[in-house]
């Protein structure tokens, strides 16, 4: 088994014996952040191309990974973005393939380094579809980082098709699901939600 084959929340639940919390926000009110102007620019052109396909590549490449770098330009790129990166943690349990992006609160760019903080899951349209699979993708980032000497308390998943963002949070053994989803446009408050995630207290040399 591999990410892609957890389809369902109850899949990824029943294999890592989480308790999933489905609710309210859990992330607190962020400041917005302001895009730069090329990052304005660039959705100026492409969200109006991406809203009328049905890639799901399109809106990975459109939106979604310029919006996270962005977010890396943002913490003046002291943290890491990794795009479509085989993330081979325990192939026994199903916690391998690739994930979509990755980012870590990491300077390394060459490879993917403990701590890792945040899970994207792209989708071409339903975001629910996504959700087993990232859930799959956190744990395996937790256990990432254990495995290197680099545990955190939390770990934040994000399910997108590029104009709707929802947020998941690992702690332990829990995972908690925000039901709201948030729309882009504006970038502005999702930008501000990812930046804070990723944000680290002290940057990993």
């Avoid at 309210?24 to 102007?37: C, E, H, M, N, W």
């Avoid at 770098?69 to 913490?75: C, D, F, I, S």
């Avoid at 085989?86 to 390394?108: K, Y």
């Avoid at 770990?155 to 995972?175: A, C, D, F, H, R």
């Amino acid at each position: 088994m591999s990410y892609s084959k957890f389809k369902t929340i109850a899949q990824a639940k029943i294999a890592f014996g989480l308790l999933v919390i489905e609710g309210d926000r859990f992330l607190p009110k962020t400041d917005p952040v302001q895009p730069s102007a090329t990052l304005q620019d660039y959705l100026h052109e492409s969200l109006p191309l991406v809203a009328t396909s049905g890639s799901e590549k399109a809106r990975s490449e459109g939106i979604i990974y310029p919006v996270l770098m962005e977010v890396r330009r943002a913490l003046n790129r002291e943290v890491s973005l990794f795009s479509g990166e085989e993330f081979n943690v325990d192939e026994s349990v199903g916690l391998n393939g690739v994930c979509d992006f990755l980012l870590t609160r990491s300077r390394q760019i060459l490879e993917i380094s403990a701590p890792a903080v945040v899970i994207v899951e792209a989708k071409k349209t339903d975001l629910k579809l996504g959700l087993g699979q990232c859930i799959a993708e956190m744990v395996a980032a937790q256990k990432f980082n254990e495995d290197q000497g680099e545990p955190i308390p939390v770990i934040y998943g994000v399910v997108s098709n590029g104009n709707q963002w929802q947020y998941l949070q690992l702690e332990g053994k829990t995972i908690q699901i925000d039901l709201a989803v948030y729309s882009l446009p504006p970038v502005e408050a999702v930008l501000g939600d990812l930046v804070w995630m990723v944000q680290p207290e002290n940057i990993i040399s």
